[in-house]
């Protein structure tokens, strides 16, 4: 496909339980974000990567949030130990360097 | 400290009259603006830009007006659809390619 594309859609975990979740950028994109969105909300910035790189982590909101993109394309946030405050929506996007970022549909997670 | 305010939590409009969305920001370091549109269950999806350079850039039915002084942009849909129902968020970076720092949305239904 011609988009972003997260998976999965949805994520059901229990309080103290790890989630993995993944995000393909659009080919050929240098800049990779993710964002949290919390309900009713706004997207709120957790981290940039350009290519493999990881510039920018500092909307990260603890050390049990964790993401790589060891190869410069799919990106992966992983979550210790989940917390019922995670409960949210993680959107990925990517952009070509331009300010214009390209989300994708979303991983909406719900921890019990 | 919200940075990106959208103070209008919705809005209800007619069909074929205008729609005009408003949003302030506080950072002055903010240089690029954009506006983007959600569905439900779906990623943002972009609309239109401005840099600060400007102080009005249009695009069919959407025009968005920067008033730096002010510190505020404002988005035109003209004339609005059933169509553009949806959830609008104002997004500002302080720089082509940075982290986006979005409002928390309003809420347009657009009634036929």
């Known amino acids: 496909g011609a988009g972003v594309s997260q998976s999965p859609r949805y994520k059901v975990a229990k309080r103290g339980q790890d989630v993995a979740l993944r995000c393909d950028p659009i080919s050929g994109h240098v800049s990779l974000f993710w964002y949290q969105q919390a309900l009713g909300q706004g997207p709120e910035f957790l981290t940039y990567?350009?290519?493999?790189?990881?510039?920018?982590k500092s909307g990260l909101p603890s050390d049990r949030f964790f993401a790589e993109r060891p190869e410069g394309s799919v990106s992966t946030l992983k979550i210790q130990r989940t917390q019922q405050e995670d409960s949210a929506v993680y959107l990925c996007a990517s952009s070509l360097m331009s300010a214009e970022q390209f989300f994708g549909p979303g991983t909406r997670l719900t921890v019990l | 400290d919200q940075q990106v305010k959208q103070n209008s939590p919705s809005l209800s409009v007619q069909e074929g009259r205008i729609s005009i969305l408003n949003c302030d920001y506080t950072?002055?370091?903010?240089?690029?603006f954009l506006w983007y549109k959600k569905y439900p269950a779906e990623g943002p999806t972009f609309l239109i830009s401005?840099?600060?350079?400007?102080d009005k850039n249009e695009d069919g039915r959407f025009t968005v007006f920067l008033n730096k002084s002010a510190k505020h942009l404002s988005l035109h849909i003209v004339p609005s659809q059933p169509g553009d129902s949806a959830v609008y968020f104002c997004?500002?970076?302080?720089?082509?390619?940075?982290?986006?720092?979005f409002g928390g949305g309003t809420r347009v239904l657009v009634k036929p």
């Open positions: 997004a500002a970076s302080q720089a082509a390619g940075n982290k986006l720092t």
């Open positions: 950072n002055s370091m903010f240089d690029y």
């Open positions: 990567f350009q290519n493999e790189a990881q510039l920018d």
């Open positions: 401005i840099s600060s350079i400007k």
